[in-house]
């Protein structure tokens, strides 16, 4: 009984900290990627997504994509914008390579990031040292 009661409380206090993480991860991200926006319009097709990332600073989710400044996409990367795409899947950023900045996404049990330098290059994004490692030429 013991042993089920600690399980009971372990399971939501591991789950919590993998949110608290993600909700890191992102706030990073965002905000790496927009340095100098005070307000940064994010659009996420997740609504799932976006119960964890209002917690943000400066970041304003919006309905209209095309006035996103950063998308955060986990169905459709085919979205024609001029702001940047981050997908939430492997498959994602792979079917998205020519457009998707990069991806966050998790895989066995550990969180993936991953930027793409030619499209950090067609953004005129420089990121800096601390996340040098994320960049690949390919998937």
């Known amino acids: 009984m013991k042993k089920f009661l600690f399980l009971l409380l372990l399971v939501p206090l591991l789950y919590g900290s993998d949110i608290l993480t993600e909700q890191k991860i992102y706030s990073l991200i965002i905000h790496t990627l927009l340095p100098k926006k005070q307000e940064i319009k994010v659009w996420c097709d997740s609504d799932s997504q976006k119960k964890f990332l209002r917690s943000i600073p400066n970041v304003k989710f919006i309905d209209n994509a095309q006035d996103a400044d950063f998308l955060l ?3 459709n990367q085919n979205i024609q914008t001029k702001g940047i795409k981050f997908v939430t899947s492997l ?3 792979e079917n998205g390579k020519k457009s998707v900045i990069g991806g ?3 895989q066995k ?9 030619e499209n950090l290059k067609k953004h005129h994004i420089k990121l800096p040292e601390s996340m040098q490692e994320y960049i690949e030429d390919e998937i």
């Open 104 to 106: 966050f996404f998790w």
């Open 109 to 117: 049990g550990r969180p993936n990031i991953l930027f793409l330098r």
């Open 73 to 75: 996409l986990s169905k």
């Open 91 to 93: 498959k994602l950023l």
